[in-house]
């Protein structure tokens, strides 16, 4: 049973949420504004709300007739009958709760102001797959995950830290950039699930556009994000373009395995796409740090 749970987690995506709060810790660095408890209190609040993002995809796409059984992707226990509905919808809320909790305890390093933004935040992580116009099913979940795993991890651990409005001309290329980067893990979800979300009218940006124009957008939303740092990088020393150009090596690497796969395959290109993401937030900060 905890095997079924772990895997609602669905830990192959985790890194995403990681990877924005270290890039603000990079900024934050490079600002020389690092404070230890605001970062990790930011990298618990981010971790939960995609925990519960997650199960709450899981719950809805199940209420909703979304999901079936053996499935292309990851197993999911609620439909495979191996955790009951209301103990994913429990936990959901119960994950919401704790994420709140943590969120909370940040207004004690920054104005009042932050409790919208964490509303907000919160409600994405059921908005995403729930509600009357769910945003993953009507091609806005690109969006969202620029947005929510991007702009707003990244600027707000950043500002938490430093305190000043000026932070945001460091975070702001960065958390566009983080943002782009973790859109492509949600691409691949959609490459590999894009005949099963056609057949229940679920609109991702691969079912309007199709595998080969998302796979191109795949190739291109890396560059642009490595573009879209050029402000920060040119702060640094030149060795430091070590993060970008090892990241563009595998992101060219694992678009290439993108393209070939199909089905089960595109499960660990998902991993992989997430844990690129995840050396090029982790390198930046490091460069950001040592600058």
Known sequence: MIRRWIEAMRLRTLPVSVAGVMAGIGCAL???AFR???ALLCLVFAVLAQVASNFANEYFDYKNGIDKKGRVGFRRGVTEGEITPQAMKTATFVTLGLA???????LCFGPG???IVGVFILLFALAYSAGPYPLSHHGLGDVAVILFFGVVPVTLTCFLQAGTWTSFQVSLPTSLA??????????????????????VNKRTTVVLFGRCVMGW???????????LMIPVWIRLPHWALI?????????????????????PQ???????????????????AIMMGIN
């Open 266 to 284: 595109l499960n660990p290109i998902l991993g992989r796409t997430a844990i690129n993401l995840l050396v090029f937030a982790g390198l930046s």
């Open 100 to 106: 709140a909790l943590v969120g909370g305890s940040l």
């Open 113 to 115: 102001w932050l409790i």
């Open 243 to 263: 993060a970008p150009g090892l990241y563009l090596l595998l992101h060219v690497r694992t678009w290439r395995a993108l393209t070939r796969a199909c089905g």
């Open 36 to 38: 230890f408890a605001p």
């Open 217 to 227: 957008a795949y190739l291109v939303s890396g560059v642009a994000g490595m573009l």
């Open 178 to 199: 983080v943002g782009l980067l973790a859109a492509n893990v949600l691409v691949v979800n959609n490459y590999r699930d894009m005949e099963d979300d056609v057949a």
């Open 30 to 32: 490079m600002l020389d």
